[in-house]
Nanobody, 123 residues
């Protein structure tokens, strides 16, 4: 069982930056692929970024490439999402998730989810 808690969301102006953190319970954090997803009002939850369990490989959705950076610290059981050059269309609730197999861009391949943190980008 893994419990995930996100933090770091808030209100920021367009062009600004935020860093989201996701802390995990348990001793098996390092064996999970970690993903960030987001859900805007009235829309499906969508993939944002993922980092494989070893930390050596990352994947991003096209709309955030070059602006967002996902990283992890297995010693601290934490995954981060550094978000730069934020745009109003990045406004959503951001969720972190933990999974052990399958395509990391597919939400059905994640077993554990946090409660989410709101990110609002004003124009």
């Amino acid at each position: 069982q893994v419990q995930l808690v996100e933090s770091g969301g808030g209100l920021v102006q367009a062009g600004g930056s935020l860093r989201l953190s996701c802390g995990a319970s348990g001793r098996t954090f390092g064996t999970y692929n970690m993903g960030w997803f987001r859900q805007a009002p009235g829309k499906e939850r969508e993939f944002v970024a993922a980092i494989f369990w070893g930390g050596g490989r990352t994947v991003y959705t096209d709309s955030v490439k070059g602006r967002f950076i996902i990283s992890r610290d297995n010693a601290k059981n934490t995954v981060y999402l550094q978000m730069n050059s934020l745009k109003p269309e990045d406004t959503a609730v951001y969720y972190c998730a933990a999974g052990r197999g399958g395509l990391v861009g597919t939400k059905n391949n994640y077993d554990y989810w946090g409660q989410g943190t709101q990110v609002t980008v004003s124009s």
